[in-house]
Nanobody, 116 residues
């Protein structure tokens, strides 16, 4: 089973950028969907963005135009570039690997804090 490790979180000011990276323990070429989710204190975990094995992407309305997800099957990584960060983007961000009825794997999460 693939293991996922996130990195790149931190404390930034509103308007700044961060790049999160998710490193997989084995090839992600065959993984149907790779995604980034987030969970703020007191809130449910929500989808931020995902990317299919064919490169198709999907974004939450709240991040469209600001965040970009990408996957590198050769490096076994999935990145999330976050621009124009807002205080409401503050959350723990989780990497996810998903294939319907087969697996739904999570990383340990990385904290992103955006100050106003």
């Amino acid at each position: 089973q693939v293991q996922l490790v996130e990195s790149g979180g931190g404390l930034v000011q509103a308007g700044e950028s961060l790049r999160l990276s998710c490193a997989a323990s084995r090839s992600i070429a065959g993984i149907e969907v790779m995604g980034w989710y987030r969970q703020a204190p007191g809130k449910e975990r929500e989808l931020v963005a995902n990317i299919g094995s064919g490169g198709n992407t999907n974004y939450a309305n709240s991040v469209k135009g600001r965040f970009t997800i990408s996957r590198d099957n050769a490096k076994n990584t999935v990145d999330l570039k976050m621009n124009s960060l807002k205080p409401e983007d503050t959350a723990v961000y989780y990497c996810n690997a998903f294939r319907n009825l087969v697996y739904n794997i999570w990383g340990q999460g990385t904290q992103v804090t955006v100050s106003s």
